[in-house]
């Protein structure tokens, strides 16, 4: 199980609202929560990530805890982030560059067909980031109230 540092940010009956605390501050700004340099925040809409988590150790607001998650849903969480938009770009250009026949130019329809390709490729993965439902493996849970030296 990987294990990281959280606080609670909210919390709403048996569900905890968590942010993750970075162990190392951000070689950009120096925070370890949130974006603390203005122009890359608005360039790049940061915000603070919070995510739900069963509140099984009846965490309250401002709490720290450790949170977890099954290796393997992690891995396949990244296979899936990463490797469908790539599988998709690599087939929508493989399948422009075969049935493209306007003008000749095979090279416009590979391009055209990788960008449609990667877009779908992301819409999929956008619609299936939701995890299997409630107490399934990919959810993250909540394992314990942190201590000073978690």
């Known amino acids: 199980m990987v294990e ?7 919390v ?19 925070q370890t929560r949130g974006c603390g340099i203005s122009l890359w925040g608005k ?3 940061h915000r603070p990530h919070i995510f739900r988590a069963a509140n099984q150790v009846k965490a309250r607001v401002g709490d720290l805890v ?18 469908v938009p790539l599988v998709a770009l690599m087939a929508g250009a493989l399948l422009a560059m075969t049935f493209w026949v306007a003008d000749g130019n095979r090279d416009a329809g590979a391009i055209l067909g990788a960008v449609l390709g990667l877009v779908v490729g992301l819409v999929w993965v956008k619609g299936h980031a939701t995890g299997d439902g409630p107490g399934s493996r990919s959810q993250p849970v909540i394992l314990r109230m942190a201590t000073s030296r978690d």
């Open 4 to 10: 990281e540092q959280a606080v609670v940010v909210g």
């Open 12 to 30: 709403d009956n048996e569900v905890a609202m968590l942010e993750v605390i970075r162990r190392a501050p951000c070689s950009l700004c120096g």
């Open 43 to 45: 360039l790049f809409r």
């Open 66 to 83: 450790i949170v977890g998650i099954e290796e393997q849903a992690l891995l396949q969480g990244s296979l899936l982030a990463y490797g």
